[in-house]
């Protein structure tokens, strides 16, 4: 029997099959470029085959999930026990994984609104791999259940207090991929360190503080739109320059929507793309400029989540810009040195695939670039689902 994971995010779709315990990765595959013309799926088996192709129909969030479980069946015939998806969003509800029932799924549903780049395709994907996989078991793998004992400071607005109550308080977001990297992170030091900040740089990006192996604070809040712009999203924004816009230029919900999720962050501020690649490569000064912001709002959330832990020892990069782009972390880590950190550029340079440390000898933080793996989150989540029923 295997479990299969399914991650389906705004613009990429990651996919898996694992042992029945979780524990042993046999297919792994994701498609990028979802929701552009078309997408490139990538496909890697246990005995090291790649298999890459351009799906003409994949373009779309429904082409890529079905291309991907065309895969899936074919790899695991029947013998599926369990799905596990990446839920981005389980409000105040939810905060460990579940059984995905009739109920929790409706459920989930009335938080679509809540996280609309992500939650509606999460939960397509349990409708469409049910249809697959009619025996298996769906599970529910929760993005901010690695952030759901967070103390009342960190998660409240100042906000009239029934709202807090009601539900209107600072989830935060990517725990899945955390999760993975606190472990990853004691895994390669030997021990889990006291104070670390780990930055999941993506085309969704957030910061998390992380004291002892616990998160203390994260920079993302009720909605994925918080904290650190992001490849289409703002990022932090005064909630004056919001009612400003809709009183002055009449936004709508639906435009106001369409504007902070998908039109703002780095495409908005380069007028040109959200992808770092394309930014990094462009001599404009739009590009320039959306690159230092990005940069700028990178090193003060730093300093304000390092001010949380009264100190830091241990910085960790990851996620698609984390991971690929030594500019963006030699860019960071330029103006930490209050904070002690030094980077190798040699090391820097060299990093990839594998977890690296970065930093020189003398610096007195730790700096890792640690690939993220969300997927053996999900299986292991999976699989202890299965064994609780």
Same mark, same amino acid.
């Given at each position: ?68 479980? @065309? ?138 503080a992380i004291h002892e192996g616990v998160s203390l604070d994260t920079t993302m809040g ?26 002055? @230029? ?140």
């Amino acid at each position: 029997m295997s479990l299969v994971t399914l991650n389906a995010g705004s613009s990429s779709l990651k996919f898996a099959v694992f042992s029945r315990d979780g524990q042993e990765r046999r297919l792994s595959g994701h498609v990028d470029g979802v929701g552009q013309d078309e997408a490139r799926l990538t496909l890697d088996r246990t005995d090291g085959e790649r298999i890459e192709r351009v799906l003409r129909r994949g373009g779309s969030h429904e082409g890529a999930l079905d291309a991907a479980l @065309e895969i899936l069946a074919e790899a695991t015939g029947e013998a599926v026990q369990a799905v596990g998806h990446r839920i981005v969003h389980g409000g105040s509800e939810f905060t460990q994984s579940y059984a995905i029932t009739t109920e929790v799924e409706a459920a989930l549903e009335r938080l679509n609104p809540l996280a609309p780049l992500h939650q509606p395709h999460n939960l397509a994907a349990v409708k469409a791999a049910r249809r697959v996989f009619p025996e298996a078991v769906q599970v529910a793998c929760f993005d901010i259940a690695f952030h759901a004992h967070h103390s009342f400071a960190a998660d409240a607005f100042a906000l009239p207090r029934r709202y807090y109550d009601a539900g209107v308080r600072r989830y935060g977001f990517h725990g899945l991929s955390y999760a993975y990297l606190i472990e990853a992170l004691a895994d390669v030091e030997g021990r889990t360190p006291d104070r670390a900040i780990i930055a999941h740089l993506g085309s969704g990006a957030s910061m998390c503080a992380i004291h002892e192996g616990v998160s203390l604070d994260t920079t993302m809040g009720f909605s994925a739109l918080d904290g650190l712009p992001m490849a289409t999203r703002c990022g932090q924004i005064d909630p004056g320059v919001l009612l400003y816009l809709m009183a002055e @230029e009449h936004l709508t919900i639906d435009t106001l929507t369409t504007l902070l999720y998908r039109d703002s962050g780095l495409k908005g501020l380069s007028g040109t793309s959200g992808d770092m690649r394309e930014i990094e490569g462009a001599d404009t000064s739009n590009a320039r400029d959306a690159f230092a912001y990005f940069i700028a709002r990178c090193q003060r959330e730093i300093g304000g989540l390092t001010a949380m832990l009264q100190g830091l020892d241990t910085l960790v990069f990851s996620a698609g810009i984390g991971e690929h782009s030594p500019t963006v972390r030699a860019a960071i880590c330029a103006g930490l040195g209050w904070l002690g950190v030094e980077i190798d550029p040699m090391l820097n340079a060299s990093a990839k695939a594998v977890p690296t440390k970065i930093s020189t000898p003398e610096s007195r933080v730790s700096v890792w670039m640690i690939p993220t793996d969300e997927e053996a989150v999900i299986a292991n989540e999976t699989a202890g689902v299965l064994e609780a029923l």
